[in-house]
């Protein structure tokens, strides 16, 4: 018996990504919180953290983002990748 893999809807992936960017642009310079708050409601779960970066995740669209946070703890920047694109392998 061969199973498939479920393969993630592409639309869901590239809408949530699109979502995702919009919540967090105006999060620039804002506590870290403002990014938690945008982005619970599309999904995503916050999955770990420390002072340079915390990460959020949506399984359901296989999407993952990177917050980069400043010195203050204010978001500096984000990076949104698909589970795909994330390099898991040991370094």
């Given at each position: 018996?061969?199973?498939?893999?479920?393969?993630?809807?592409?639309?869901?992936?590239?809408?949530?990504?699109?979502?995702a960017a919009e919540a967090?642009?105006?999060?620039?310079?804002?506590?870290?919180?403002?990014?938690?708050?945008?982005?619970?409601?599309?999904?995503?779960?916050?999955?770990?953290?420390?002072?340079?970066?915390?990460?959020?995740?949506?399984?359901?669209?296989?999407?993952?983002?990177?917050?980069?946070?400043?010195?203050?703890?204010?978001?500096?920047?984000?990076?949104?990748?698909?589970?795909?694109?994330?390099?898991?392998?040991?370094?």
């Amino acid at each position: 018996m061969v199973v498939k893999a479920e393969m993630v809807d592409r639309t869901l992936q590239q809408e949530t990504e699109a979502q995702a960017a919009e919540a967090l642009a105006p999060c620039r310079a804002q506590p870290v919180a403002c990014a938690g708050e945008q982005l619970a409601p599309l999904g995503f779960v916050q999955k770990g953290g420390n002072p340079f970066h915390v990460t959020f995740e949506n399984k359901e669209a296989e999407v993952f983002i990177m917050v980069e946070l400043d010195r203050e703890q204010r978001v500096a920047d984000f990076t949104i990748l698909r589970f795909g694109e994330m390099d898991l392998k040991p370094r």
